[in-house]
């Protein structure tokens, strides 16, 4: 059995050794340091989809990483480690809570709030004591104050019926009381009861606030330290559970500070217990976006990258001085691409349909010997980037109406040629719609010659994880046992490469799963569709014979115009990652900003655009309301219909639109639509 190096891609899976192991910081040694800032003592809630990483990042500073982290440094023994720490991180999962069982049952939700912040209090009281007793186990803690500890913890209940000196059984204690609790939960409608009978003997915060403001006063060690609660998961708490941590994080001592991960659809309230208070951005919390930060980190690739490297050691291959990840992973270059398209003939079809288009154009009667001189003079099949560049300026010149298409079909053919001979490029426009479209000329070519558009090579790979590490680490799981599949050979390992042909099979993969993956639950408003709605209507645009963009990937949306429903729709796929925000963008001599986004990477080979940023196209309200408005998803195909009019011969006008920029608002073209 091989060891597949991407197998394992969910920080929840890893032991606290392997998330050590596979630890990799963003900038040198301080990038995650500075985004967490774990030694401030302001709270914090650090916002990212799934797979950004956020679990390893808050295990990364949790306490049992800590001592892993400083053993591992040579002659540094862990007390003195620790002595130069500001901090002890304690990471709580959410899902491990059993949060959703303190609710419904007949019982109110104002009884559930308290019930849950009496188990949480246990909870978190519990995993202070494990920390405690072993930092006390190894030396780091004196014994000597221990008694003053377990004391002052035991005074912070209301009621409690033990004695003892020992924080050992002080914890065992605590584990007791929430199986007790849990019990009773579990069985109070059994036992006849219409709620839960609980003694509730801890106030809010008793122990979450208490137990550090003691190790401040007791304990000489925590004198200039802070406990750092690193929650994490925080989506799996319900509204009222939330209301108990909002309560919890407006009341913060200066003895702790709080870090809460969720996901961007996770938050359900800033309100405090009893909705008395909220909690704002700025005064009770720093907020910090992570995918955003990832993937706007200027070395972004060499961090996916070195995640990368590090997986491949971590499953022991071998790899030399000089390994170079980018050389281990294939690329087609657009030579090759298009030397296999000239095989098939693939633009025998587009200059056949060319032909018969123009047998039917209403502003000049062609005879068949002159179509012919047409086609001829665009032929260039030595070069298909050209030939299929001078049948997009034909298209220019029909949609122009020119009386004359001879004669322009010759114009044409002379700038080609001039291309060619490298005459007067400043001057040459085919030069200038080269140097734009030329991705989308090659896509195109590929495409009608049944060729996969490329997506390949490392740098592609990593931009279309979107600043996900887990995508692209997904993919290249899939990729790698593909390749082993079908050729019995691990790649990676002797210098064997990725091929193309596995990195088309993790990438279709990975985007399925990427679906099912973020799947919006209960989707009865079909806002997932909204995406297949979008991503068909801008692969129309940009495979049009006509399109108005380059590099079509971007849309922008004015939001206030946007009814309710479609507006709950963009913000939905925006939470659930399907689409991110991309840079603000002004209209033209307008004073309104248009919200400008772009589909989640990874679906951009789905729906065959570009992965550059350079087209942005503006979707009208009415557009933006059939496409996003689930109330009017019905309308969908009609309005695909009718929009290709304008981009698709004869270039025909939209109903009932008499001005195409009306309908379109897309950004100003390379050229204007007089001719090139």
Known sequence: MIKNPFDINKAVDYTDEDIFKYWVDINDQAGFNEILKPGSLMPMIMEGGKGSGKTHIMKYYSYELQKIRITS????????????????????????????????????DNTWELLFAFYWELWIGERILYILSDMQSEGIIDEGENVDLVNGIINLFMNCDILCSDLDKLRDYFIQLQKKLLYEIHNFLLLGKSQPQVDISLNIGALTYGIPNLLKKTVSFFKKKHILFLVDEYENFSEQQQQVMMTLLREKPTSCSIRIGTRPYGIRTYYTMGKIEENREGSEFERVKLDEKIREAENYKDYLKNICVRRLQGAGITLSKDFDLNAQIEDIIPKVLLERAQKVKSTAKVKEKLGKNLEKYKHQSLTKEEINQILECLNFEQDLLIERACIVFMYKKIKAKSTNLVVDANSIHDMALQYLKKVNLADNDMAKYLHYYRTDLRDSIARSANIPIPYYGLDTLIKLSCGTPRTLLRLLKHAYSKQYFNTSKEPFVKGRLLKVESQQAGIENTYD????????????????????????????????????????????????????????????????????????????????????????????????????????????????????????????????????????????????????????QVQPTLFDDNGL
């Open 73 to 108: 440094e040579n002659g540094s023994s862990l007390k003195a480690g620790f002595d130069k720490e500001s901090f002890i991180g304690l990471y709580i999962r959410c899902s491990g809570l059993n949060a959703n069982v303190f609710s419904g049952k007949g019982v109110d």
């Open 513 to 664: 799963w990427f679906f099912e993956e973020n799947r919006i639950p209960n989707d009865v408003n079909g806002v997932m569709e909204a995406v297949k709605r979008l991503g068909g209507y801008l692969q129309n645009v940009r495979f049009s014979d006509l399109p108005p963009q380059c590099s079509i990937n971007i849309f922008s949306v004015q939001e206030e115009t946007l009814s309710s429903e479609a507006l709950r729709t963009l913000k939905m796929l925006e939470m659930y990652s399907y689409i991110v925000p991309h840079k603000d963008r002004r209209k033209k001599n307008a004073d309104s900003k248009s919200s400008t986004y772009k589909l989640n990477t990874i679906l951009i080979p789905k729906y065959e655009l570009s992965l550059e940023t350079r087209g942005n196209v503006e979707i009208s309200k009415n557009d933006a309301e059939i496409i996003l408005n689930p109330n009017r998803a019905d309308e969908y195909e009609d309005f695909v219909r009718n929009k290709l009019k304008a981009y698709n011969f004869p270039f025909a006008a939209q109903k009932g639109i008499k001005k195409l920029a009306e309908a379109t």
